[in-house]
């Protein structure tokens, strides 16, 4: 019995693994996007976040499976739980690349600009933090999961960064350009959310390790 819950947990770390790839290569691809200006890849990846809608689907269904079928011991039971939680999270981040796409459509591609070049790496940073929460979660790596936690803190300086760029535009083109700066401040509050789900993940996935989570502080038996 216990091996055949062990391959089915081993099965819900690959679905996991999974599903951060496919966040990870839509934020690639809405960031290629955006520097492009290609509507057509931006359409790509709106329809391809119903894949990642699929497998969340798929994994709750397989968590449910483990909760009701096999009555895991108590680490078990966090761990189960936490991937629950995390892929409400990477759902999220499928939304938020297709929120991206949806402004490079609505502006026709004309969105990125030359001046705006940390808004690459911001999106390369969001994208390591996401691999990095689920890699530990599969490896059971509290200290990566708390390295994840602390990059939140680098995206935060990178929107205000490009937010305070964009007021100086504003202040320097007298409200030319508008549209363009506002969509420029919105995909990059898209990547700083996207930066807060990675870190909620890391959170979790330092709850299925220790047993306390940052917002409750309660600890659970393991």
């Known amino acids: ?32 996007a955006l520097k492009d200006g290609s509507i057509e890849q931006a359409k790509i990846i709106i329809a391809e976040d119903e894949e ?7 994994i709750e269904r397989l968590c ?12 078990d039971l966090r761990r189960i739980s936490a991937a629950l939680k995390m892929i409400t999270d990477m759902e ?7 929120d991206i796409a949806e402004i490079i459509i609505s502006s026709k591609g004309v969105v990125a600009t030359d001046e705006i070049h940390v808004i690459g790496t911001m999106a390369s940073e969001v994208s390591k933090m996401v691999r990095n929460s ?4 599969v490896n059971r790596d509290l200290e990566l999961a708390k390295d994840v936690m602390k990059a939140d803190d680098e995206i935060d300086q990178y929107f205000d960064e490009v937010r305070d760029e964009m007021i100086d535009f504003i ?30 993940i890391a959170e979790w996935v330092e709850f299925s390790i220790t047993g306390v989570h940052k917002d409750s502080a309660v600890i659970h038996e393991r």
């Open 1 to 32: 019995m216990r091996n055949k819950f062990d391959e089915q947990l081993h099965r819900l770390e690959e679905l996991l693994t999974q599903m951060g790839e496919l966040c990870e290569t839509a934020i690639a691809k809405a960031t290629q």
């Open 52 to 58: 990642i809608d699929q497998l969340e689907k798929d």
């Open 64 to 75: 449910l499976k483990l909760l009701l079928q096999q009555q895991p011991v108590a680490k």
């Open 92 to 98: 999220r981040i499928g939304d938020q690349t297709s």
């Open 134 to 137: 689920v890699t530990a979660y």
């Open 171 to 200: 202040k320097e083109e007298k409200g030319e350009n508008g549209k363009k700066i506002f969509d420029l401040i919105m995909v990059t509050k898209y990547l700083e959310r996207i930066g807060d789900h990675a870190t909620n």
